[in-house]
């Protein structure tokens, strides 16, 4: 926390906590453009991902378009200081940072009974972030020596995120695992970050019915529309194109 990388993101707090309010749209993700993206990686990383599919049974396509959607394979990863991240999250909960997250969508609800009920879920989820943030800061020191950088160095998402997988600490402590038999467990290494993904989802309850499929993807983004974005672009990465048909 003393590291001079290390600065409070005023807006982190904001995104944070009421960033929920507006919906994400990620079906640009699956357009012509993304589509052919993704199919000219699958077909490059064909034996390494067949290799994942027949370790962990999560399906090449589906490793495939994880990593689009999250980063566009380690194009964009993020910019922000991670450990700022989780320390300007951390006091998403003291009074003046809830106010100024309220204040945020105050002239756009004018129902007043609408208006308190989002303050209440503002106020709950300020107070779970800031614990999960003080978690993830805990699971970020337990993960020096593992990487082949300084923590304090560590660049990601406005989340906290980081990576090709944007995989948080907690999670790389759990799943990300060595993909290249380097020894070392980057997220910025390809290999890494394929071999991650699918250990991920195979521990998180990856199966042959659609409900455990759609629940893994869930377990990794908790969001309908992100588990519908990645396994549409996944289902369309596998389809022929109508003048193969």
């Known amino acids: 926390l003393h590291a001079p990388t290390t600065v409070f993101l005023e ?22 453009s993304s589509l052919r993206a993704t199919k000219d990686f699958f077909v490059e990383n ?11 049974g999560v399906p090449a396509q589906v490793v495939t378009s994880i990593l689009w959607v999250e980063t566009k394979f380690g194009k964009v990863t993020g910019t922000y ?7 300007s999250l951390a006091a998403a909960d003291e009074p003046d940072n809830i106010e100024k997250n309220k204040q945020t969508y105050r002239s756009t609800i004018v129902d007043k009974d609408s208006l ?9 989820r300020a107070r779970r972030k800031a614990k ?10 337990s993960m020096r020596g593992r990487l082949p950088y300084a923590i304090t160095e560590l660049k990601g998402s406005w989340a906290g995120a980081f990576g090709w997988p944007q995989f948080i600490p907690s999670s790389y402590l759990s799943w990300a695992v060595d993909g290249n038999g380097d020894g070392k467990v980057d997220l910025y290494d390809k290999e890494d970050a394929m071999a991650s993904i699918g250990n991920y989802l195979k521990v998180n309850g990856w199966g042959s019915q659609s409900s455990q499929q759609e629940a893994a993807v869930f ?3 908790n969001s309908k529309d992100y588990v519908n974005c990645v396994l549409t672009l996944a289902q369309k990465i596998v389809e022929k194109d109508e003048t193969q048909k």
């Open 219 to 221: 377990h990794y983004n």
């Open 46 to 56: 064909a034996e390494r991902l067949k290799r994942i599919e027949d370790s962990t």
């Open 81 to 87: 200081n991670v450990v700022s991240v989780y320390a």
């Open 116 to 124: 308190n009920r989002l303050d209440s879920m503002v106020e709950a």
């Open 132 to 141: 999960w943030a003080v978690d993830q800061l805990i699971a970020l020191r």
């Open 11 to 32: 807006n982190m707090v904001k995104i944070n906590v009421s960033g929920f309010i507006k919906k994400s749209d990620y079906t640009h993700n699956y357009n012509a």
